[in-house]
Each structure stands twice: as C-alpha cells, then as structure tokens.
C-alpha cells in the first residue's frame, strides 16, 4: 500500500539526500558559542566527532536505572539522563513515533525494527563513555581544538555538541543503523513542528502587544 505523506513528512523525507556530516554541522551550529564559526569548520569537527564516536570500544552495560515514561514529544526527545540518581528516562511516547515515523517515509532499511530504542540506549552508554576516563580527553585530541600552545605543548579546548555527534555515531554502529540517528531526530523535529503563521500566535491588542 502506499501512503500518502503530508508536506511535511516529503519535506523530511527529502533530508535523507544531506549526509550525517551536514546534520552534526548544524547541531554544531545551533550551539550559541558556535555563532559566527565557518561551516567548513563545522562540518571538520562533525566528521571528526563522528569517526571517534564510530571507534569507540564496545560500551560496558548501562550503571544508570532505566525508566519508561511519555512526554518525549512535549520535550523534544527520545531519552535522557538524569544524575542524581543515575537514571535513564525513555520516552516512550516519542521512541512510537518515531519508528512509525520511519515506516511512513520508507526509511525502515536505514533504522531496522525497534532499533531507535536500542540506539536511544546506547547513545546513553556512548556519553558515560565519553565523560569519563581516557573518553574524553581522546575526543578533544581528535577534534584539534587549540586553545593555547607553549613550546611543544598543546592545550585541546572543549568543543560544545561534539559530544552529542560522537554519541550518535556511537549508537548507529551499535544498534546497526544505516544513517545517525541525527537524521531520525531532525525529521521526526520538521513533521511534529506546529505550522507557521498567525494561527500559532498569541492574539495582540491594538498596540500590538501580545495579549495575556
């Protein structure tokens, strides 16, 4: 049977045509800290992140608690991990819509049968990884982000999403994704977004004041 997609769910379909490189670029670039840096730049530590994530070693099981519950869509997320105590919320709400997600825009050779919760899981494991131990000053070094140099010493800075990018790579080769998860996020982000256009404004007063 074929289905008949929305705007759009054609306009998120049609992403699939940019590479994982221009996805960890722009999530690069929706960073604050990163205004104003060259895209070209971007891209280099996007490919860089990722083909570190891609080399990590296999991920020791999760320490953290894992919890299902709705509410990802409302916030925009499949997972996320909270501290104190060590847990891992999975949204179950948002994990349904988007392997349904997949199913309608025919992506299910790129994403196999449930594999977005278990990419959520070990996008999770892939950042205990990364904030500890040799994790992630070898992120840093793979970067080559200098921010100070004395004699034959180099001082790697933090890059802000670089983290994230390495995650996602991390979590495709384990769950045996055909495409980061970066693309998954960012079309299951344009089909749930509301309409643009006055519909979605608050109603103003004669001044032009957002009415309360």
């Not at 999760?62 to 847990?87: C, F, K, N």
């Not at 100070?148 to 994704?177: F, P, Q």
Request: charged letters at 25%.
């Amino acid at each position: 049977m074929t289905l008949t997609l929305t705007p759009a769910e054609r306009a998120a379909r049609d992403l699939a045509a940019l590479d994982d490189t221009e996805f960890g670029a722009r999530l690069l670039a929706s960073s604050p800290v990163h205004e104003g840096r060259d895209h070209a730049l971007l891209r280099a530590w996007a490919a860089a992140a990722a083909d570190f994530g891609r080399s990590l070693p296999p991920a020791p099981p999760l320490a953290a608690r894992v919890v299902e519950r709705d509410g990802g869509l409302a916030l925009g997320m499949l997972a996320r991990y909270r501290s104190r105590p060590a847990t891992v919320e999975l949204y179950t709400d948002a994990i349904a819509a988007a392997e349904d997600l997949v199913d309608r825009l025919g992506w299910r050779a790129l994403y196999p049968e449930s594999s977005v919760r278990a990419a959520a899981l070990a996008h999770e494991a892939a950042h205990e990884q990364l904030h500890h131990g040799a994790g992630k000053a070898g992120l840093k070094r793979a970067l080559g982000h200098v921010v100070l140099s004395l004699g034959g010493r180099r001082v790697y800075g933090h890059v802000a999403g670089a983290d994230e990018i390495a995650a996602h790579a991390r979590a495709a080769r384990e769950a045996g994704l055909g495409r980061s998860p970066l693309l998954l996020a960012e079309a299951l982000a344009a089909t749930a977004a509301p309409p643009p256009g006055p519909a979605t404004e608050q109603p103003r007063d004669r001044r032009g004041r957002r009415r309360k």
